[in-house]
């Protein structure tokens, strides 16, 4: 087999992509794989007919909203992960919470306020009404978007304010949601042919208090507990509901599902279609939890893709 790693873009998450390709190269040369990393720029279509299949290691919208997979499919390069359609579905925060609770899935109370509503309503009007509708702690966090670009934590109604124009800096649409104060989990999702199963849970205990973008992408910023430090009953719901919330969204070969779990119910935070590979992301940590090796698991998603060609 020859496969194509992509991996850069011109996202804000580009330094994190690269590390995310990097990290699969290497894992899939250990595994005797002929492999090439390349970035999603003017000349990626030339010689895309000489790859059996692509891994997708972008991150934000590049590799995330299915604009990407969608020339893939148009060239017939096929690809590890979902469909188009599927990451159209999960990248658009708002949306993805719509179909996960009518799955019956339970997501944090959320309103999602556009730049220009916000502007044109008054925003002071609005901000109260939000603290007044959803209470005390949120989160802001821009309706599309990865890597926890642009989120904050909001304790107060004085902070709102500034972190409502920290978002808008990264979306035109901010999605602010009740905070939920838990065990933050994330939960990976491999289907190799047999159907989707969960891997280990992974806890999540950022020293900051908040998994931001430092938390996540700083060594030594967050504690991780691999498997997550839950009881059995509550393990087996959130591998439950990472399951049925990659179904819900008609995900296909890997995603990851972050999830808090409050007073032992799971609530789905987000899907993520193109999850980090770096040294310090959640993925990685499930797979080598679940007793396999991220080189021949990959190789197996490529294979399989290979095989829709």
């Known amino acids: ?3 194509l790693v992509l991996a ?3 996202s804000h998450e580009r330094d994190v992509s690269l590390r995310s390709g990097r990290r699969v190269a290497d894992a899939l040369r250990s595994a005797g ?4 990393v390349r970035d999603a720029d003017a000349g990626l279509l ?3 007919d000489a790859y059996d299949a692509a891994v997708i290691a972008l991150h934000g919208g590049a590799g995330e909203d299915g604009a990407l997979r969608e020339v893939l499919d148009l060239v017939g390069l096929p690809y590890v992960g979902s469909t188009p359609d599927a990451c159209r579905l999960a990248w658009d925060k708002p949306t993805a919470k719509a179909l996960l609770r009518r799955a019956g899935l339970a997501t944090p109370d959320a309103a999602v306020l556009p730049h220009d509503s916000f502007r044109e309503l008054g925003a002071a009007a609005v901000l109260d009404r939000l603290v007044a509708a959803l209470g005390l702690p949120l989160m ?6 990865g890597s926890a670009l642009g989120c904050s934590k909001v304790e107060s109604a004085e902070e709102l304010p500034a972190a409502m124009v920290t978002c808008f800096s990264y979306g035109e649409a901010a999605l602010v949601e009740r905070f939920a104060a838990g065990t933050e989990v994330a939960v990976g999702v491999v289907d190799t042919g047999d159907g989707p199963r969960a891997l280990p849970a992974v806890e999540v205990r950022p020293l900051s208090g908040v998994y931001d973008y430092a938390a996540r992408y700083t060594a030594g910023a967050t504690e991780f507990f691999v498997p997550a430090r839950l009881p059995a009953a509550d393990a087996a719901a959130v591998a439950e509901a990472a399951v049925a919330a990659h179904t819900a969204l008609g995900l296909r070969d890997l995603s990851r599902v972050d999830l808090v779990v409050v007073d032992g119910v799971p609530q789905v935070l987000e899907v993520n279609v193109a999850p980090g590979m770096t040294e310090t992301s959640l993925l990685p940590m499930a797979v ?3 007793g396999l090796a991220l080189g021949p698991l990959v190789v197996e998603l490529l294979a399989q893709a290979a095989a829709r060609r």
Do not use: E, Y
């Open 8 to 10: 850069g873009g011109l």
């Open 46 to 48: 030339a010689g895309l």
């Open 33 to 36: 794989v002929d492999v090439d």
């Open 1 to 3: 087999m020859r496969a």
């Open 288 to 290: 080598d939890a679940a």
């Open 140 to 145: 802001v966090k821009p309706a599309r978007g």
